[in-house]
């Protein structure tokens, strides 16, 4: 069974390929999610826009958002056979849009629904099929209810259950603050481990250093790095040193591999910002760290901008790293 003791969370407009791409190298281990991806994209909308992948970025999740069983099922196969390692239903993002779809968060209502919508998908793959969710939504917020939830959902056959600690709020809170106002409960997830112990549960939400990922993992069998890997991408490399015996990936190797990605995807026609739009957070708290971000923001849009864009901004920051 493959080692799912780390993972990037899925996250809207930020996790698509040049970010998975980004984050492999920093990670070679953990489990990489794409961004969701709703039913209808995916049956009717440009294929390989929504799914390719390139090769380096396995083991590689992919996230759906929707609620039909069979569309769910059509689905699931398509993403099967485009290479990913798991497909994952999404029950716990609480924006608007996804709530007009009836999916997401939303579903934490309809457990039943769930149940059958990953039953579906189960019988048409053999990847392992997943579901991200929360602790509970509105006043449905109960350690019962909760477990219950779980309880039914497992009836499907599901067996991995990604825990975004926190309820939803679906009414009077933004997405944004959805992250961020409900109070994290980590203690629920660590119970449901305890009771449920057959099933394979990460926790989500909250989590910014490899010490906190460690403590999580005495308690639940993952962890789901979501914000804390973007804005600061090398607590990733540290994850990957604490939980696996690697060594810090030197910078000036880092450098090389991102410049040389960014010219294979100049040569394919692909703006420079596509893949600099990631890496603003890389220094994050290092002296030069500003001037990093001014370059890469104010420059990677540029006509002109190529992959010696990458190597000025890291010039005044090298001999920090040289002298390490």
């Known amino acids: 069974m493959p080692d799912y003791r780390l993972a990037v969370a899925p996250m809207m407009d930020w996790t698509d390929r040049h970010c998975r791409y980004f984050h492999r190298l920093l990670s070679p281990s953990a489990l990489l999610y794409t961004e969701m991806v709703t039913t209808g994209a995916i049956l009717y909308g440009d294929k390989p826009r929504h799914l390719d992948f390139s090769e380096q970025e396995h083991p590689l999740a992919l996230q759906l958002g929707g609620s039909d069983p069979g569309d769910l099922s059509r689905c699931a196969k398509i993403v099967q056979d485009w290479g990913y390692d798991e497909v994952n239903l999404n029950v716990g993002c609480p924006s608007d849009r996804v709530q007009k779809g009836r999916f997401g968060a939303c579903l934490m209502k309809e457990p039943a629904l769930v149940r059958d919508c990953v039953a579906a998908m189960m019988d048409a793959v053999s990847i392992p099929v997943t579901v991200k969710t929360r602790l509970g939504v509105d006043d449905l917020d109960s350690y019962a209810y909760f477990r219950d939830f779980i309880g039914r959902v497992g009836e499907s056959g599901c067996g991995r259950f990604i825990v975004h600690a926190r309820k939803a709020w679906l009414r009077g809170l933004s997405p944004k603050q959805n992250r ?44 789901m790095l979501g914000r804390a890997a973007y804005q600061n991408p090398l607590i990733l490399n540290q994850c990957q040193a604490a939980l696996y015996g690697d060594e810090i990936i030197p910078m000036d190797q880092l450098i090389d591999q991102l410049v040389a990605y960014a010219r294979a995807l100049l040569e394919n026609e692909m703006p420079l910002k596509r893949i600099t739009r990631h890496l603003l957070g890389l220094f994050q708290g290092v002296p030069g760290a500003k001037q990093w971000r001014r370059l890469l923001s104010e420059k990677a849009h540029l006509p002109n901008a190529d992959e010696r864009l990458i190597l000025q901004a890291y010039e005044p920051l090298r001999s920090i790293y040289q002298a390490a």
Not at 185 to 204: F, G, S
Not at 210 to 218: D, G, R, S, Y
């Open 180 to 223: 961020d106002i409900p109070e994290l409960n980590y203690a629920r997830v660590y119970r449901l481990k305890q009771e449920m112990p057959n099933l394979h549960i990460t926790l989500n939400g909250g989590v910014t250093d490899p010490a906190q990922v460690q403590t999580h993992l005495e308690h639940v069998d993952g962890v």
